[in-house]
């Protein structure tokens, strides 16, 4: 059936005309009607089970999300020690029918192996009157050993049905069992707060309960009986309580434990950005970041917003990251070329540390040398096609757009003969340079000429003669021991209406350690010409330079 987790009373879900005639409010309460014989047209018995000694204390014990997490962690691991009901047990039940909630096809009668995960509803044919739904048939005496109370309510077979595909089936089978007036589910004791909070909100549209392991439970609770509405629900309250490392790694891993993925899909967004924005500053929470989970680990490196000097700073911590929580070579390798890899922005990467991916033994060589092709490729596209590609990629793997690096990517072209020279392009958008006001600096990857590693440093600063603001480009040397460097330098700029580089400024210097020259007012105009509307300087927002540097023998 098309639609078939969805929710009658959602108006956000279209259904099938097999499901359903229409839709109605999801503001619809009929919360009057709960548990009211007047409203109701069957009896649901809720069977309570003895949870397993080590998991007795249930969401209400939870003080904390790492509580909740610890307590589910160690039910999952008691599930193995529990006895569901077996294929011999179904065959003394020849009146009843099992479903099982987490199987697409439920007209088949399936074995319940995890009473923890599986919601598991049987119909049964028994007297009629009310003391028939208090009364435990001796067929079930071999399956009921461990129930320690029954809880019966009145319930309304059509208001249940319209929220959960799950009491839908159970309701409209069109076998005998389904126009019987008495309905059996079985529970852990742990589950019985949430399914009476999923219960009545099922009825009501609301929850009484707040805080986040019990929301938690009840949005469980919801996925196991396919009340989608109350899971969007719980999410919403969940993405608006504070959350902390510890809550949102636990939302990242709700789309692999849970049926219906898509109704948790906002929380987990919510929890990627949460972590991206606490961790931006990698280096700063160095320490806790290392000890991050991948799923963790993949929300930081998602974001545009890392506060790092350049994307080779994010290889680097990738590699060590993923050699301290995978000492194994092939698991390793695993993880960086099915995870990781897709998002370290290698196009941004400088050449030189590009080289080194070749050579790294912790990615398989092909791997790697497609991950090189790729970058190299796209650093040697037009700038107009770059930001072609940049477009194209922003809306699936974001390989091919910038970060917000501390320093500004290069594109650099190398000559050997007939003399060691290097044309370098820095591109930077209209908002960078007004951030520059009154005082900033923006500072470019290195780049090397000779074996030495330079930079371009644009700035915002006073003309010395005039007394007023103007731009000013800088040529600086990586400081490396007492090496000095003589270099003819050329700074150029595209200039309307051609669009081609115009010179702005010529000469020569030799480099020592740490040193930088250039020009101060480099288009001769005050700051507030340069950034105007109709600056010369600006094509489509973006300021284009040029550096030519030279070795001088």
């Known amino acids: 059936m098309k639609g ?11 259904m099938d005309s097999d499901y359903s005639h229409g839709t109605s409010s999801s503001d619809a309460d009929f919360g009057f009607a709960f548990d009211d014989s007047n409203f109701s047209d069957r009896i649901l018995r809720i069977e309570i089970m003895s949870d397993p000694v080590e998991t007795r204390p249930d969401s209400e014990g939870c003080a904390t999300i790492a509580d909740w997490a610890r307590h589910r962690k160690r039910r999952r691991e008691d599930i193995k020690k529990d006895n569901g009901i077996s294929l011999s047990d179904l065959s003394l039940l020849p009146d009843e029918q099992v479903l099982n909630g987490n199987q697409p096809d439920m007209d088949d ?86 399914l009476m909070e999923l219960l009545n909100f099922m009825y009501s549209n609301n929850l009484s309960t707040t805080s986040p392991p019990a929301l938690l439970d009840v949005l469980m609770a919801a996925d196991k009986f396919e009340v989608a509405s109350c899971m969007r629900y719980c999410s919403r309250l969940l993405r608006n309580t504070p959350m902390t490392p510890e809550s949102a790694l636990l939302y990242l891993e709700l789309p692999s434990s849970v049926l219906m993925a898509d109704a948790v899909q906002p929380l987990t967004d919510a929890a990627k950005q949460y972590l991206a924005g606490r961790y931006k500053d990698i280096t700063k929470f160095q320490e806790e970041v290392m000890g991050l989970p991948l799923a963790g680990v ?61 050579t790294c033994n912790d990615f398989d060589h092909d791997v790697a040398s497609k991950l090189v092709l790729e970058a190299l490729f796209f650093k040697a596209e037009a700038p107009h096609r770059q930001r072609i590609l940049a477009a194209e990629s922003a809306a699936f793997n974001r390989l091919f757009v910038e970060r917000a690096y501390k320093y500004r990517p290069v594109k650099v072209v190398e000559f050997e003969l007939p003399r060691q020279q290097c044309v370098v392009y820095l591109d930077l958008k209209r908002e960078e340079c007004a951030n520059l006001f009154p005082s900033g600096r923006v500072y470019s990857q290195a780049f090397h000429l000779g074996g030495q590693g330079f930079f371009l440093s644009a700035h915002c600063n006073m003309d010395q003669q005039s007394s007023f603001h103007c731009f000013g480009l800088f040529l600086g040397m990586q400081e490396k021991g007492s090496v000095s460097f003589a270099v003819d330098y050329e700074f150029a700029a595209r200039s309307r209406p051609t669009e081609e580089f115009v010179s702005k400024y010529k000469g020569n210097y030799t480099f020592t350690g740490g040193k930088a020259v250039g020009y101060r007012n480099l288009f001769a105009i005050p700051w507030t010409s340069f950034m105007a509307e109709d600056s010369l300087y600006f094509i489509n927002g973006v300021l284009h330079l040029r550096a030519e540097l030279t070795i001088r023998h």
Request: hydrophobic share 40%; charged share 30%.
């Open 4 to 14: 078939f987790n969805s929710d009658l009373f959602d108006p956000g879900t279209v």
């Open 109 to 194: 009668c399936v074995p319940c192996e995890n009473q923890d995960e599986d919601a598991v509803a049987m119909v049964e044919e028994s007297p009629s009157g009310d003391e028939a739904a208090n009364s435990i048939d001796s067929n079930w005496k071999m399956d009921c050993s461990a129930v320690v109370r029954v809880r019966t309510l009145h319930i309304s077979s059509p208001i249940l049905a319209a929220k959960s595909p799950f009491f839908y089936k159970l309701f409209s089978n069109g076998m005998r069992e389904s126009e019987q007036r008495h309905v059996t589910l079985r529970i852990n004791a742990s589950e019985e707060a949430a």
């Open 298 to 358: 993949e929300a930081i490196l998602c974001s545009d917003e890392l506060q790092v000097a350049s994307e080779d700073a994010v290889y680097d911590f990738v590699l060590k990251w993923a050699r301290t929580q995978y000492p194994k070579l092939e698991e390793r390798r695993e993880v960086l070329g099915t995870r990781l890899a897709r998002l370290i922005r290698f196009p941004y990467m400088t050449c030189r540390k590009l080289k080194k991916v070749l």
